[in-house]
């Protein structure tokens, strides 16, 4: 029972990497505060 606890450990610890590895996410990129208002600036002194 022991050794079929520690195989089926690691084969669904390698089944939890590669579902996190190909999972896609759909969040996105933070920006930071200040980027943000340099990015704003920036848009506003191309729109005058």
Do not use: F, T, V
């Not at 990497?17 to 920006?31: L, M, R, V």
């Not at 930071?32 to 704003?40: D, L, T």
Request: aromatic content about 2%.
């Amino acid at each position: 029972m022991n050794r079929q606890k520690k195989i089926n450990d690691a084969l669904n610890k390698k089944m939890k990497q590669h579902n996190a590895k190909s999972h896609i996410n759909n969040k996105p990129k933070y920006i930071s505060k200040a980027k943000r208002e340099k990015i704003a600036l920036a848009e506003n002194q191309s729109q005058n």
